[in-house]
């Protein structure tokens, strides 16, 4: 089981996400849970998650999370603008692949 946390401002629109992602990894086979949270509580599960995903709209955070998530091996990476914004969770699923494959 791979754990991905998504976090966005306030956790709400990353909620969306995160179910559409769920739905798309489910019919894919793939073991995946995907939680949406506040980037507030990011050290709060940072030692529990194989992937970090954030919402475009925290790009300016990318360097700050990195250096947070760096000690525990986890990547951390921004979703693509236009497949948030459609809540794409095919497309998410496509762009994550590579960042869990073992």
């Given at each position: ?48 998650i ?9 790009s300016y ?21 236009a ?18 494959s073992?």
């Open positions: 089981m791979k754990e991905i946390l998504l976090v966005c401002g306030t956790g709400a629109s990353s909620g969306f996400m995160a179910k559409n992602i769920r739905q798309a990894a489910k019919a894919r086979g793939l073991e995946w849970s995907v939680k949406a949270r506040s980037d507030s509580v990011i050290e709060d599960y940072i030692d529990q194989d992937l970090l995903m954030v919402g475009p709209h925290l955070m990318l360097g700050d999370l990195e250096e947070v998530a760096k000690p525990y091996g986890v990547p951390v990476a921004i979703i693509p603008k497949d948030y914004g459609n809540l794409d969770g095919e497309a998410v699923c496509d762009f994550m692949l590579p960042y869990l073992e």
